[in-house]
């Protein structure tokens, strides 16, 4: 199946680069569908999910995760700036696809993995069992106040772009 069966469609949507006051998971990586399983077991939470990373930022553009008002925004400016993004994040981290290396003396028992070999120093979760993240979320820092950062457009209309393929291309 592709994402957008399994997501909805694509829309354009604005993504808050801003926090706001409150306990928080990070969810780092490219698995959408990992994505729903945390919101799905955060939903009922006072607990906001914000995505990390070029990848899972387009996740704010399927229709099927604007159903999920825990999902408040974006944090951090790409997986080049893992370290700092992670080590600044006041609450859980989870990454959804095995990518970054020496990470655990950053964040020790804050980071989380539901990939099936983690990286040194990170917790494995089993697909079906978020507590151990959201548990580690609730006990950490949180954000004690908001920041407000400019937001980005992502997505797009479809109908308009084969429009304008067809304008291009008779």
């Given at each position: 199946?592709?994402?957008?069966?399994?997501?909805g469609?694509?829309?354009?949507?604005?993504?808050?680069?801003?926090?706001?006051?409150?306990?928080?998971?990070?969810?780092?990586?490219?698995?959408f569908?990992?994505?729903?399983?945390?919101?799905?077991?955060?939903?009922?939470?006072?607990?906001?999910?914000?995505?990390?990373?070029?990848e899972?930022l387009?996740?704010?553009?399927?229709?099927?995760?604007?159903?999920?008002?825990?999902?408040?925004?974006?944090y951090?400016?790409?997986?080049?700036s893992?370290q700092?993004?992670?080590?600044?994040?006041?609450?859980?981290?989870?990454?959804?696809?095995?990518?970054?290396q020496?990470?655990?003396?950053?964040y020790?028992?804050?980071?989380?993995?539901?990939?099936?070999?983690?990286?040194?120093?990170?917790?494995?979760?089993?697909?079906?069992?978020?507590?151990?993240?959201?548990?580690?979320?609730?006990?950490?820092?949180?954000?004690?106040?908001?920041?407000?950062?400019?937001?980005?457009?992502?997505?797009?209309?479809?109908?308009?772009?084969?429009?304008?393929?067809?304008?291009?291309?008779?």
């Open positions: 199946n592709s994402q957008k069966d399994l997501f469609p694509i829309e354009p949507t604005m993504v808050s680069f801003s926090s706001r006051p409150g306990k928080a998971i990070l969810v780092s990586g490219s698995d569908q990992k994505l729903k399983n945390i919101l799905e077991a955060t939903k009922n939470k006072e607990i906001d999910v914000y995505t990390h990373g070029t899972m387009m996740a704010h553009a399927f229709h099927e995760f604007k159903k999920y008002p825990n999902l408040i925004g974006h951090g400016y790409g997986m080049e893992s700092i993004n992670f080590s600044t994040f006041p609450g859980a981290i989870i990454m959804t696809k095995g990518t970054l020496r990470v655990d003396f950053l020790r028992g804050r980071l989380f993995t539901l990939d099936p070999i983690p990286p040194m120093g990170v917790l494995r979760l089993k697909t079906n069992d978020m507590s151990p993240l959201i548990n580690s979320a609730l006990s950490a820092k949180g954000f004690s106040r908001g920041q407000t950062r400019p937001s980005v457009n992502v997505g797009y209309d479809e109908n308009e772009l084969i429009k304008k393929v067809k304008e291009i291309i008779p």
